[in-house]
């Protein structure tokens, strides 16, 4: 499985950005995917997570109310709506798939930068 993520940016305290990670190659397997977020040298956070194929969604306490995390099942792309951003969301963002079968796996993006700045 390929991600590749995109979105990220700069936006001011209280804007709003949305995120995509498109899923590409052995996509079948996919039971679940998220974001997670962490800055150079830190381990990462669970910013959000679904579920592929029912759609049950988790989020870190920080984002709840603020992002939504959703999916296309079509287009094999997840999506992070991120809402009254502040400078605690500036980070990198990553999103991973998680994987069963005979090319299953733990998959990670390349990250996108989120900058919150005025």
């Known amino acids: 499985v390929q991600l590749v993520e995109s979105g990220g940016g700069l936006v001011r305290p209280g804007g709003s950005l949305r995120l995509a990670c498109a899923a590409s190659g052995s996509t079948s397997g996919i039971a679940n995917m998220g974001w997670d977020r962490r800055a150079p040298g830190n381990d990462g956070d669970l910013v959000a997570a679904?579920?592929?194929?029912?759609?049950?969604?988790n989020y870190a306490s920080s984002v709840k109310g603020r992002f939504t995390i959703s999916r296309d099942k079509v287009k094999n792309t997840m999506y992070l709506e991120m809402n009254d951003l502040t400078d605690d969301d500036a980070d990198v963002y990553y999103c991973?798939?998680?994987?069963?079968?005979?090319?299953?796996?733990?998959?990670w993006g390349q990250g996108t930068q989120v900058t919150v700045s005025s």
């Open positions: 991973y798939a998680r994987a069963y079968g005979p090319d299953g796996g733990e998959f």
């Open positions: 679904i579920a592929w194929s029912g759609g049950s969604t």
